[in-house]
Nanobody, 127 residues
Framework: QVPLVDSGGGLVQAGGSLRLSCEASGRTFTSYAMGWFRQAQGKEREFVAALRWSAGTTYITPSVKGRFTISKDVAKNTGYLQMDGLKPKDTATYYC????????????????????WGQGTQVTVSS
């Protein structure tokens, strides 16, 4: 288990930007993969992006590719989800997650692949 604290959500107009942060408290991400998921009200949790911490390999789900970027700051032991060109359909609670599997396999886009979760941060995009 890796205690995670995610933050950075808020209310923004369509077309605006937000940067979400995910800090691993007391542990390093070195041996892990970090992911971001989102869950809109009344819908299932949806995979957004993932990062292999050591290798730096990233994956962005096609629906947000070109608008969202996942990155890391090793010194701060913090991962980020930069969200540009936000749309009302991006409104959701966003969660960061950590997995003990450092390499992407067939399941890295599923929630069960991750063992630790942040508390969630709300992103609301107004039209």
């Amino acid at each position: 288990q890796v205690p995670l604290v995610d933050s950075g959500g808020g209310l923004v107009q369509a077309g605006g930007s937000l940067r979400l942060s995910c800090e691993a408290s007391g542990r390093t991400f070195t041996s892990y993969a970090m992911g971001w998921f989102r869950q809109a009200q009344g819908k299932e949790r949806e995979f957004v992006a993932a990062l292999r911490w050591s290798a730096g390999t990233t994956y962005i789900t096609p629906s947000v590719k070109g608008r969202f970027t996942i990155s890391k700051d090793v010194a701060k032991n913090t991962g980020y989800l930069q969200m540009d060109g936000l749309k009302p359909k991006d409104t959701a609670t966003y969660y960061c997650a950590a997995s003990g599997f450092s390499a992407f396999d067939d399941d890295f886009k599923t929630a069960t692949w991750y063992h630790s979760w942040g508390q969630g941060t709300q992103v609301t995009v107004s039209s």
